[in-house]
């Protein structure tokens, strides 16, 4: 339909017009946002001509991406990458509303699609339950165009193998330039601890933020070495730098989670290849509840309150260190406080949740204020730093109960996957996506991002390309059979 209209005369008219006029005011003001009008507008003509390759740009998009404040911070936006999942998500509504068979039948019948698919119905429900429904509409339309454009979309963009290197490399080149930048900002004050925050140059909301989605791709960098064997030693050195830089990113961001994902990740990996690592999982969440069955008989969890006088924020990442290990560290204590007020706090509204984006509005009649650190005003909002809780309050049991079945069936279903298929480059691809997943249930176990735009795309993509790779691996055993 649309090459059609760019035979159009009068759309082409328009088209020079709108290009000239921001030429124009780009002379007359000296503003040169006006610069950027016809680059936006050629982008958006792009998506009706061949959108495959405006997706491409899209994800070259996301790590260089800004959050842009309005009102007092009381609104924002990320650009560029923002408007343009908007643009996905009314697109696929308006094709998908026309035909629903684009989504093909063997991908509703996916079990990891119809958890993700439950997710979203429960969302839906424990918005219509909200206390605050404004805020829970909010979360619902963001995670709408995230599940579109990182969930479903990836269907008909990765198909072949060259897709999963194009779609490694479009990332990985943005994303180590934010690093170069972020490096060279820390390195001006110092590398020190207590100036991380500054050092983001706005290219991510916090170093939490930053150390997510560097820690969550670097996995791909470690599955890269061996797909890179054969390939030349200018490719190797190149890689090899390229995996130097990461972990300066990640050892100068200053994040234990990203490091302990990290290292879980690994496991992950291992046990995949020994068919271990359905354990993991159950363990993990078993270790949980026997901690939660101690902690809670008793209140024996008030022993563990921290010395209002004796934590806070220290300067020294050594320190920072040694005061977690002795509880006096303030991030990790406003956790606790953060996490008492949530299980209290979903007593009330066990099923439903008080609503998506409504924690903050609620939970301090339901903190225990022995925990109190110098942080607990929570001036920027912030909620419940983890995300199994997050899920509990805001949406109720169901919801919690089904991330944790998600990411169990994730690990799964990646291994089902990985000793399946006889492809080299498949297998050695998916477990670097199970270990991608792995570093962000770890980063997400100590805070909530999973709707961050970035860690979405790193989230949901990798379930995507699994969903992908499980029909793939399926179609090489039925041909293997055949033969």
Sequence with gaps: MIPGVLKNNWFNIASFSLLFASIIAFVLSGEYYFLLVPIVYLYFVLIGVNWQVAYWIFLCMIPASVQINFSGDTMAITLPDEPIMWIFLLLFTLVFARNPSTLPKWWWEDKLVFVVALQFIWTIVAVIFSKMLFFSVKFLLVKSWLLVCFFVLPLWIFREKKDFVRGFLVMLIPMLITIIVILIHHAMLGFKFDKVQKSMSGLYYNHVDYSTVISMFFPLLLIAWPLTRGKGIIVRIVLLIVILIFMAGITFSFARAAVVGIVFAIVVGLAMRAKLVNFIMPAFYGLIILLICYMVPNN???????????????????????????????????RLYRWVAAIRMSNDRPITGYGPRTFYYYYKPYAVTSFQTYVSRNKEHSTTHNYFLYMLVEQGWPAMILYAVLMAMIFAKAQKIYHRFKDRFYRICTIGLAMVVAVGFINNFFSELIENHKVAALFYIPLALLVILDKKSKEEEQSIKLV
């Design 300 to 334: 024996k969890y008030i022993e563990f309150r921290p010395d209002y006088n004796k934590t806070f924020m220290h300067k020294n990442f050594t320190d920072h260190l040694i005061a977690t290990i002795k509880g006096k560290d303030m991030s990790s204590m406003e």
